[in-house]
């Protein structure tokens, strides 16, 4: 509970929200729609949003608040969510706290069936599909690599390339028929299928390891393992190649770009044209002292071939947006749609930790692109001699990863600063030094009149001593007075008020926030009439238990009342 006195301090962020009280249910049930639709969060009830002051709940009111957050949790959230509630003792009373954990069944919707996510500090409506079917996909209930492809059979699919992944797939299948080597080679698509299962053709296979729906449909997956013209059906499943130069994506010149007719295939021909990218626009650099050894790409090979896999087989299928690979003259980014699934952290990538967002790709994938699967491929990429940040941007639904180059591609650009930066420096001195030849006469001057003017305030010091003496004897009168009244207001303070029923009392403890007549009259369950104005507010006002917001104006459409404080 310390953490939570001090994110007080320090205000709200997406995982904690302040409410000074509730009063409004379908707003709490937006706030905690919106914590379960994101990574979870606290919900703080005492804390004005607007300043972060306390405002302590009372003991009936910590009671009224836990069932309302209850209630509205089981009523107000759909589907209905748990959540756990805890108090912290502060001065004059306590502050209620609603923990809500990232849910297990999204998306989460109020009960006018609007979806809300976090959005910093704040929240927002989810009106995008994609969005929507990014949540269910995060727990379970959706899995877009296994959604059909409208009109696509299998005459969309590269023979070649079905051959390859069922060669790596049944290898020793094949292997025991032999099958291997130019054998393999020699045969056909439907004598590979014959003979992993025999009397199956291509079709018969592909439908038993789930590649072809129930319904006859082809699934997102074989599209994107086999299809010959993938982005036909698919035209956001691609890659974007650019080589700028210099340092800014908003740079007009470029050295080398993909077009997307280049592009266009399967995983496994995106994967060879990306790497060819990379090979023919990345420096070589020399490994050893001898001149003629072998050199290495000056980002290593092994570490683009994990950061690519990663990035076609682990991006977001429900976000329509390419993958992104940008080669600047000091970095590579990578851009992969969709932020990390699964509440997976940086952290846990760099440690190895696996929990693939698309299951069934990541599971057949392996027999084309090259990776083991077993979630190492980061923490192969870094054992490298390679510096690389990663950024997993939740706002943007994107991870980047940055690998920088060395710092020869960057030589002349510094050398150019630097030259500059003499320049300017040789320029500040000479000026510097002109400045100083012109201000002798001003220094002379200025200190004849420093001592004019010292001279003359003598006068001026010592009739500032006398009426300093002066104000200190009249302060030494008035601080008496005020505690003359203060002693009086503390005399009459202990006057006793007259005695409040039970209905009376909750209302003085419900308005510890500015409450309206219709709020307060509506709280004990009595109708708008001027007896019962009369009972339980004027009388509570003038008794002073309540205080209005506008006094000078009784009457006032706004006016509101409040429990007075003594202090």
Known sequence: MNDILKQINAGEVSGVQFKERILDKYDIACELVAFSNSHGGKLVVGIKDKTGETNAL????????TNLLSDIASENVVPSI?????????????????TVKEGLNKPYHDNKGIVWVKNGADKRKVFDNAELAEMMTDCGSFAPDEAGVRDATVNDLDATTIKQFLGNRFERVLEKKGLTGDAFNEASLDMICSAIA??????????NLRFIRPDGTLTVAAMLLFGKYTQRWMPMMTAKCICFAGNSIGSKVFRDKVNDADMEGNLLHQYD???????????????????????????????????????????????????????????????????????????????????????????????L??????????TRALDEDINVTFMNNDKAQEFVITAWRGEGNQVEGESNQVGNQVEEKSNQVQDSDTRLRHSGTDLDTSENDLDTRLRHSGTDLDTSENDLDTRLRHFGTDLDTSENDLDTRLRHSDTPKVSLSNKQRDIVNFCSVPRTTKEILDRIGVSMHSKNRERYITSLVAAGYLQMTNPENPTASNQKYKKVTIK
């Open 198 to 207: 025999k009397g199956h053709d291509c079709e018969k296979i592909l439908r």
């Open 82 to 98: 748990l959540i756990k509630i805890d108090t912290i003792e502060v001065e004059d009373g306590n502050l209620v706290v609603a």
């Open 369 to 378: 692109l090259p990776y083991t699967g077993v979630g190492s491929g980061i």
């Open 58 to 65: 009372s003991y009936s009111e910590v009671q009224e608040t």
């Open 273 to 367: 044209t990306i790497m060819d990218f990379f090979t023919r626009n990345l420096h070589n650099v020399q490994v050893g002292d001898e001149f003629n050894s072998m050199g290495k790409l000056e980002i290593p090979y092994t570490s683009l071939v994990e950061f690519t896999v990663n990035s076609l087989v682990h991006r977001s299928l429900n976000m329509k947006a390419p993958v992104r690979i940008f080669i600047f003259d000091n970095r590579v980014e990578i851009h992969s749609p969709g932020a990390l699934p699964n509440g997976l952290t940086i952290d846990d990538i760099k440690a190895g930790t696996s929990m693939p967002r698309n299951m069934f790709l990541f599971n057949n994938a392996i027999y």
